[in-house]
């Protein structure tokens, strides 16, 4: 949402202090199909060249999600916060074995199923039940845990890297490709050169808007969304930052409470729930 009213306050920014200005529309409009078909045809073409298969996918699947809210709320991270107390309470009154059916089959479990703002997020709860089951399994100590944990969080960093550092080169080249439709432009006036000046003035009016569209395009369009991109993937790794540390803090011999409250700290300050907000969640969820 604010994806679209940025952009919206961005053309009327430059589109109306152009107009207050006293400019005419009529170049610009006449102009800019050509010299956004120039500019965006070569920055796309530079994307292809520049980027594997697996990038290309992840990027072309990522920028819708760009123009959503973000799905790391606080009720989210209470939802969380709860599921993972509920977890390590049944492991610690009836046995690690007890959860031995939930982690296997997530899907189907009691647990899992009262909070779907978790459930419905395959990876977060394919890393959840990863680790579970490790736990189940006694085979691991806390710290080899740790490592695996790291491990994986850094994949998982990288890869939400990859859409972000081809956003960001595609913004980087838009001015230059900017340059080269204006370069065209400038072409083909010099061959109109015995036009006359009105004419000839028209001409590099429009071999300039390229360069003006490909600035615009740069910074008021695409860049911002790189920025959003890397936003969100810290939000996605602070998640699983705060799963991680609740998880160990179990393993080390914390009562569960105790271990939420380790992940609960780990939470953005914008986003986490007080102490008592999350007391007051578990219960509820339990009756």
């Not at 965006?40 to 990522?62: C, Q, R, S, Y």
């Not at 647990?111 to 703002?117: E, G």
């Not at 907000?277 to 339990?286: A, D, G, S």
Request: net charge neutral; aromatic share 8%.
């Amino acid at each position: 949402m604010f994806v679209i009213i940025g952009y919206v306050v961005v053309l009327a920014a430059v589109f109306g202090g152009y107009a207050l200005a006293g400019g005419k529309f009529a170049v610009i409009i006449k102009a800019a199909p050509i010299e956004l078909f120039i500019i965006g045809g070569a920055a796309l073409g530079a994307f292809l060249v520049g980027n594997n298969g697996k990038v290309i996918k992840a990027t072309f699947k990522t920028i819708p999600t760009l123009f959503k809210g973000s799905k790391y709320t606080k009720a989210r991270y209470m939802d969380l916060l709860a599921l993972l107390y509920d977890v390590l309470q049944k492991a610690r009154k009836e046995g690690l074995m007890s959860i031995e059916r939930d982690v296997e089959a997530p899907h189907e479990s009691p647990i899992f199923s009262k909070y779907p703002s978790v459930a419905s997020d395959h990876h977060l709860i394919e890393f959840i039940t990863d680790y579970l089951r490790m736990m189940v399994s006694g085979n691991l100590n806390p710290h080899e845990i740790e490592n695996l944990m790291d491990g994986e969080i850094e994949t998982h960093h990288q890869e939400m890297h990859a859409p972000i550092n081809a956003i960001t080169k595609v913004g980087d080249g838009l001015p230059a490709f900017g340059i080269v439709a204006a370069v065209l432009g400038v072409v083909k006036t010099m061959a109109s050169v015995g036009a006359a000046p009105s004419v000839l003035g028209q001409m590099i009016a429009g071999a300039l808007v390229g360069t003006f569209l490909g600035i615009l395009m740069a910074y008021g369009f695409v860049s911002p969304l790189s920025q959003l991109l890397e936003q969100k993937g810290e939000e996605a790794a602070k998640e699983l930052a705060c799963v991680k540390i609740t998880l160990l803090a179990s393993m080390q011999g914390y009562a569960p409470a105790i271990a939420v409250e380790f992940g609960r700290k780990m939470l953005f300050s914008t986003e986490r729930p007080g102490f008592s907000e999350l007391e007051q969640h578990v219960k509820q969820k339990k009756a």
